[in-house]
Structures are given as structure tokens and as C-alpha cells.
């Protein structure tokens, strides 16, 4: 069974079912001991008391890893209910009576509900993990992530975009992944010598000229305004670069009008891309959105090193059906 995402007192709850082929007392041991933890909880943990540390120590420091946190144990009923604050989220393990041995209920309230697809991949494969412990077998690993993650990201909405007050809006979350790296991503990389998402040549050229000048500029990362292919797609074409702050504001100014990409890092919600779009004409949004939304689920697959081609123009005209309903 799936993660669930709810909403409680306006806070995100990943909630999470397994049943478990043990009796509560070994479970209760896995899910409480430090040393039981480490077979299968994402981070070290040391308890003392009410207190708790968690940290990292082969993780690599980035702008956006913390690599030590704190928390605190809020809940403690043996052997049924454990319950902590890590960080920002409130982790709580409740152990019921099963027929096949325990029936484990896990939730996890989130700091931010835009990791929401992240975390519940991250928590699927601690739990299985949690499963191979109980088994006494090796674990391998949780599989394939992105598609997971764009799986969530789809069940759960966090890939809609808004239009409001004449702006189309999206953020998304991108993981972990440090600053600069996104940013190659979205300009082409060192030399910028990569086509754009989804198309050879990013967006669309009119005249000769100016299929000219985009031919020439994809050779080299960019449109033949200056503006990386990769920010751009075929139905929004580039105008005038306005701003370029790496690794995180690229603004360009379109026909259909103003683009701006931003990047933010945050060491406790990792990374994210707020990318708004401010029409000239409201009549586009819902292409605006459907072009949007499809950008984006190419930039995301290409954080992981999946460049997908061709664009996808039946999955943008889906999707301008969507946003026009």
C-alpha cells in the first residue's frame, strides 16, 4: 500500500500502512532502538532522555544539506505509540494487533508539503528496509526513484500550476540536488553545449533569420537571444535576456510575456524552482500552464540525468484540455 497525503489542522500528513509478519514487541524494538535504527532509519539516531540527534556523517556538505538536526521524543507508550520531532516534521509509529502479527501505522507531518512526492519515496524505501530488517534478510535497495517520485508528484497535485492576478505560477520541489548543479541543468551545463528539453532547438523560429539564429544558438546552449534553450519551449518563445544571476534567477521576456526562474535552497526543505510567467493576454493561460507543466516534468526527469525528446505536444495538449475545463 501506497503513502497517503492528508491535511491536518492545515499541516501535510504522510500517512503509511504495513502489516508485519511479527509480534509488537520485536517490531517495537526495531522502530525505538538506536541500534535497530540504523538498519533502516534514514539518519543516525542518538536518544537521551527526551532528547534526540540525528545526523549524517557520509553525507557530503552542500548549500542545502544540514548534515546534524535535533528533535525531541513527544510520545512514548510501549509498546504501542513512539512518537519524535525531527527538525520540522513530526515522525509517530503506532503498533496495533494484527491477525497476521502487527499492523504498523506510520505518519509523518511535513515541514512543507512541496517534498510531499520525495518523502514518501524516501519513507517507502526506509519501510522496506524496516521489513528486511524484521526478516532477517538482506535489503537491495528501494528501486527506480524518479519514476516514484513523479508518480507521487502526479497522485498527490503538487505538479499544478496556478494562474492568478494575470500570473501563472509553479513550484516545484527538485530534492536535494546543490544550486549549481540545477542551474547546468537549466543552461546547458559548462560550455552550454546541450540541446534544450524536449526540443533540438528549444522554442520555435519564425523567419529564416531567425531559424538561423537558433540553430546557432542551440549549438551553443542558448537562443539566438542570449535566453539557454532550456528555459524556454516551443510555445514560449524567447524575447530580450532581462536578468541572469547564477545559480538562481533567470528572467527573459517572451511575446506572451515576462518568464522568471528562481531557485531556492533551503537546508531544511531542500531545493526548489518557483517558475511564474506574467501574461499579456489571460486567453493563454491554459497553454501557458500546459506548456508549463510539461516543461517542467522534462527539467525535473533531467536533475537525474534523464533528457527526454522529443517535446511532448499530446501530453501539453492534454493538459491544455485540464486547464481549460
Same mark, same amino acid.
Given at each position: 500500500?501506497g503513502?497517503?497525503?492528508r491535511?491536518i489542522?492545515?499541516?501535510?500528513?504522510?500517512?503509511?500502512?504495513?502489516?508485519?509478519?511479527h509480534?509488537?514487541?520485536?517490531v517495537?524494538?526495531?522502530?525505538?532502538?538506536?541500534p535497530?535504527?540504523?538498519?533502516?532509519?534514514p539518519?543516525?539516531?542518538?536518544? !537521551?532522555?527526551?532528547?534526540?540527534r540525528?545526523s =549524517?556523517? $557520509?553525507? &557530503?556538505?552542500?548549500? @542545502?544539506? /544540514?548534515?546534524?538536526?535535533t528533535?525531541?521524543?513527544l510520545?512514548l507508550?510501549p509498546?504501542?505509540?513512539?512518537?519524535?520531532r525531527?527538525?520540522t516534521?513530526?515522525?509517530?509509529?503506532?503498533l496495533?494487533?494484527?491477525?497476521?502479527?502487527?499492523?504498523?501505522v506510520f505518519?509523518?507531518?511535513?515541514?512543507?508539503?512541496r517534498g510531499?512526492?520525495?518523502?514518501a519515496?524516501?519513507?517507502?524505501?526506509?519501510l522496506?528496509?524496516?521489513?528486511?530488517?524484521?526478516?532477517?534478510?538482506?535489503?537491495?535497495?528501494?528501486?527506480?526513484?524518479?519514476?516514484?517520485?513523479?508518480?507521487?508528484?502526479? !497522485?498527490?497535485?503538487?505538479?499544478?500550476?496556478? =494562474?492568478? $492576478?494575470? &500570473?501563472v505560477?509553479? @513550484?516545484r /520541489?527538485?530534492?536535494?540536488?546543490?544550486l549549481?548543479?540545477?542551474w547546468a541543468?537549466?543552461?546547458?551545463?559548462?560550455?552550454?553545449r546541450?540541446?534544450?528539453?524536449?526540443?533540438?532547438?528549444?522554442?520555435?523560429?519564425?523567419?529564416?533569420?531567425?531559424?538561423r539564429?537558433?540553430a546557432?544558438?542551440?549549438a551553443?546552449g542558448?537562443?539566438?537571444t542570449?535566453?539557454p534553450?532550456?528555459?524556454?519551449?516551443p510555445?514560449?518563445?524567447?524575447?530580450?535576456l532581462?536578468?541572469?544571476?547564477?545559480?538562481r534567477?533567470?528572467?527573459?521576456?517572451?511575446?506572451?510575456?515576462?518568464v522568471?526562474w !528562481?531557485?531556492?535552497?533551503d537546508?531544511?526543505?531542500?531545493?526548489?524552482?518557483?517558475l511564474t510567467h506574467?501574461?499579456?493576454?489571460?486567453?493563454f493561460?491554459?497553454?501557458?500552464?500546459?506548456?508549463w507543466?510539461?516543461?517542467?516534468?522534462?527539467?525535473?526527469?533531467?536533475?537525474?540525468?534523464?533528457?527526454?525528446c522529443?517535446?511532448p505536444e499530446r501530453?501539453?495538449?492534454?493538459?491544455?484540455?485540464?486547464y481549460g475545463?
Open positions: 500500500m503513502a497517503e497525503l491535511r489542522d492545515g499541516r501535510p500528513v504522510l500517512r503509511f500502512e504495513r502489516v508485519l509478519a509480534p509488537p514487541a520485536k517495537w524494538r526495531v522502530v525505538t532502538e538506536p535497530e535504527l540504523a538498519h533502516w532509519f539518519a543516525a539516531v542518538e536518544i !537521551e532522555g527526551r532528547e534526540m540525528f =549524517f556523517p $557520509d553525507e &557530503v556538505l552542500t548549500d @542545502v544539506i /544540514d548534515p546534524t538536526s528533535g525531541e521524543v510520545e507508550d509498546p504501542r505509540v513512539f512518537a519524535f525531527w527538525s516534521d513530526v515522525l509517530r509509529f503506532e496495533l494487533p494484527h491477525e497476521r502479527g502487527c499492523l504498523l505518519t509523518a507531518v511535513l515541514g512543507a508539503e510531499a512526492a520525495r518523502d519515496v524516501g519513507w517507502d524505501t526506509c522496506a528496509a524496516l521489513e528486511a530488517r524484521l526478516d532477517d534478510r538482506p535489503f537491495s535497495g528501494g528501486g527506480e526513484v524518479l519514476g516514484a517520485i513523479e508518480r507521487y508528484t502526479r !497522485e498527490f497535485g503538487l505538479d499544478t500550476g496556478r =494562474f492568478e $492576478d494575470g &500570473v505560477r509553479f @513550484v /520541489d527538485l530534492v536535494w540536488r546543490p549549481d548543479e540545477v541543468v537549466l543552461t546547458g551545463g559548462e560550455g552550454g546541450e540541446a534544450g528539453i524536449g526540443t533540438a532547438a528549444g522554442a520555435g523560429a519564425g523567419t529564416a533569420a531567425e531559424a539564429a537558433g546557432e544558438g542551440a551553443a542558448e537562443t539566438g542570449g535566453v534553450v532550456r528555459a524556454t519551449n510555445h514560449v518563445p524567447a524575447g530580450p532581462v536578468e541572469r544571476t547564477p545559480p534567477v533567470l528572467v527573459f521576456d517572451s511575446p506572451t510575456g515576462r522568471r !528562481e531557485f531556492r535552497a537546508p531544511e526543505r531542500g531545493t526548489s524552482v518557483e506574467a501574461l499579456t493576454d489571460p486567453a493561460a491554459p497553454q501557458a500552464l500546459a506548456a507543466h510539461a516543461h517542467l516534468e522534462l527539467f525535473f526527469a533531467a536533475t537525474f540525468g534523464e533528457v527526454r522529443p517535446w501530453r501539453v495538449a492534454e493538459l491544455v484540455e485540464h475545463s
